[in-house]
């Protein structure tokens, strides 16, 4: 019913920058949440950033705070991450995800739609 696929991922060193990417389509939502999860090798997936669609709330994980900015453009039905300031512990695949429930979610399993992932890897 809902498909999400995200771009924009990369290889970039320490201090620069990228802006991702996440494209919906399929059944609308009238009110509804989408953000971004992230996982490193080994490691459990842990919530980034999102943003509720009506009401522009955004939430941000600690560690990401001052340095990446969740936006979204409704006509594209797209949302962004902007990562300024990109550290080696940020390399991670990258998940958009979109829940109907919780939109301050910050758990996996409160989410109901996923993306494919993206690869962002920041170099020392």
């Known amino acids: 019913q809902v498909q999400l696929v995200e771009s924009g991922g990369g290889l970039v060193q320490a201090g620069g920058s990228l802006r991702l990417s996440c494209a919906a389509s399929?059944?609308?939502?009238?009110?509804?949440?989408m953000g971004w999860f992230r996982q490193a090798p080994g490691k459990e997936r842990e919530f980034v950033a999102s943003?509720?669609?009506?009401?522009?709330?955004?939430y941000y994980a600690d560690s990401v705070k001052g340095r990446l900015t969740i936006s979204r453009d409704n006509a594209k039905n797209t949302v962004y991450l902007q990562m300024n300031s990109l550290k080696p512990e940020d390399t991670a695949v990258y998940y958009c995800?979109?829940?109907?429930?919780?939109?301050?979610?910050?758990?996996?399993?409160?989410?109901?739609?996923w993306g494919q992932g993206t690869q962002v890897t920041v170099s020392s």
């Open positions: 995800a979109l829940t109907t429930r919780y939109s301050s979610s910050t758990y996996a399993s409160e989410w109901d739609y």
């Open positions: 943003i509720n669609w009506t009401t522009l709330r955004t």
């Open positions: 399929g059944r609308s939502f009238r009110n509804y949440a």
